[in-house]
């Protein structure tokens, strides 16, 4: 199982993973496991359990307003989420993130949901 979870993330048997990468491929792992021992319906309700402990934390977080911080978090996560793929795409493209957003968007034009599995 090891290997086959390492193939699919990294595209490696686990031997010639990073400790990283070996420590990801435990915890996938172990979530399936977790997930086999509860089944679906316990894995679906302890899903629920914990968005709505994160929904009594954003409401603290925001006087009592959760939708308030879940705002928040929708409109700064989308543009630090962006600004740090804009970096990861420069840094892959020696510094022009502009040729690798061409490459993806040319890419995936022509494998479709294939062009970014890496």
Known sequence: ???????????????????????????TKGGMTRRDQMGTEGYKEMGHQGGEARKEQMAEEHGGDASAGYAEMGHEG????????????????GGDASAGYAEMGHEGGSKGGEARKE
């Not at 989308?78 to 493209?93: D, I, L, N, Y």
Request: glycine content about 14%; hydrophobic content about 25%.
């Open 1 to 27: 199982v090891k290997d086959q979870i390492a193939q699919e993330k990294f595209g490696k048997n686990f031997e010639e993973c990073d400790s990283m990468e070996r420590i990801q491929v435990g915890g």
């Open 78 to 93: 989308g543009s630090k989420g962006g600004e740090a793929r804009k970096e990861q795409m420069a840094e892959e493209h």
